[in-house]
């Protein structure tokens, strides 16, 4: 297992995932398994801390404003040390809470794996919630990205009291929370953009609470968010979440306000360990009753697994489910027929290798290949 990184630069299955550029067939049926700790939900109940005080700072008016999260964590657990999932609640900035359904949901499914799970209150400024000037955005995200970063420190900081492995830290949200998740790990001290006055604001690591500690973390689940595409240049491995047809977060806008295609194509081509899962047709995120969200709450947990303990790569192999939970067959022995089973929608240009999930090759082809919400079992990973 590596450490964080610095910032050195350096249940339905009919999924798709995309990966790097190896193509991944295969139909699964499920089959009894012993639960595995941080994959499977191995807790039924949890207990929820909330309104724990991580820091403050001042509003967009110039008001003291105290900054909360709450804490979910396994009851009955007697482990010492686990590692932590951080999420930011969505709404443009200008709107949201860290009780929002969204957030209650993401971190009571992650606790009952094992997981301490956080859900942070961050400043917004209502403001934006009427007009949303670029400037006025850009500084909204830096104080949110502020916030977040003084909660990692915070949590590290009580890693005993909360037993927490501080060596494994996932951070993630929807929408405007997800651009706070991807730009913590990537941005950094000479990409603060020209409206941001770091005299004013502080700097990239900003002055919300418990300064000189660590804010590194391992990776990013991103749901429909964006980020500044330049700053794309590290090795934090980031599953992405989108609808094809968003119109807030465009699927494969480029820019300043890259999607999540986008982040998924940079970061493949960078061999940093990346997932793509496109909801053809869908728009702006869903709601929490939406089967889909299944789908979610299945891959980002494997893909948090898969990050924090196997430590994985982008050599061709394949990303599935949990081995141990499926029987695994092949789709399709053919590209014609994988074609039909896709039903062509949602993009993936470039090159790829067709899989089953034991990892046998069934053919090799280049071009571009396009993915259907109905292809029941296919994925896409490696490079």
Known sequence: ????????KGTPMHAV?????????????????????????????INVTSDITYGSNLMPDGS???????????AGDTAKSRPLVMFMFGGGFAVGSKTDGDMVLLSQTFAKKGYVAASIQYRIDPALYSVKPPDLVARAAFRGMQDAKAAVRFLRAHKAEYKID?????????????ALALDLAYQDANE??????????????????TPGISSAVNGVINNWGAIDSTWLNGNFPVISFAGTADPQVAYDSKGSQAGSACIYRVLSRQKVFTV???????????????????TL???????????????????????????????????SR??????????????????GTIYVLDGRRISRAQGDFHAGQNASGVFITGH
């Open 1 to 8: 297992m590596n450490a964080p990184n610095s910032r050195g």
């Open 17 to 45: 995932i995309f990966s790097s550029w190896v193509l991944v067939a295969a139909a699964a049926s499920l089959s009894a398994a012993p639960s595995i700790r941080y994959l499977d939900k191995v807790f039924t109940n």
């Open 64 to 74: 003291p404003f105290t900054l909360k999260l709450d804490l979910y964590q396994p």
């Open 166 to 178: 501080d060596s494994r830290i996932m951070v993630g949200g929807c929408s405007a929370g997800a």
């Open 192 to 209: 603060i953009p020209a409206a941001v006055d770091t005299n004013q604001l502080g700097g990239l690591e900003g002055n919300s609470g």
């Open 276 to 294: 793509l899962r496109p909801f053809v047709g869908m728009g702006h995120g869903m709601g929490t009753g939406d089967p889909r969200y299944d």
């Open 297 to 331: 709450l299945t891959m980002s947990g494997q893909f948090a697994y898969d990050v924090l303990f196997k430590n994985p790569t982008t050599a061709a192999k394949p990303y599935s489910q949990a081995a141990s939970q499926s029987t695994l067959r092949p789709l």
């Open 334 to 351: 053919s590209l014609v027929s994988f074609h039909g089973a896709l039903g062509a929608k949602a993009p993936l240009p470039g090159l």
